[in-house]
């Protein structure tokens, strides 16, 4: 399975938390089109901490 992340500007950094807070997955990136491998993820909802140089935002992603 795979997640595809898509912005407007180019993403440095993806943290991936999972519902307790703990850091799971992160991924160093220079891109504004990330492919991301979640395969091996435990179905559950998960926070997505995306890293920018202009700034950051957290989307929650339900994974099945």
Do not use: W
């Amino acid at each position: 399975d795979r997640l595809n992340v898509k912005a407007s500007t180019k993403i440095d950094r993806v943290e991936i938390y999972n519902h307790i807070g703990q850091l799971v997955k992160e991924f160093l990136c220079a891109s504004n089109n990330i492919y991301m491998d979640v395969s091996e993820m435990h179905p559950g909802l998960y926070l997505f901490k995306l890293t920018a140089e202009n700034g950051s935002a957290i989307k929650q992603v339900m994974i099945e």
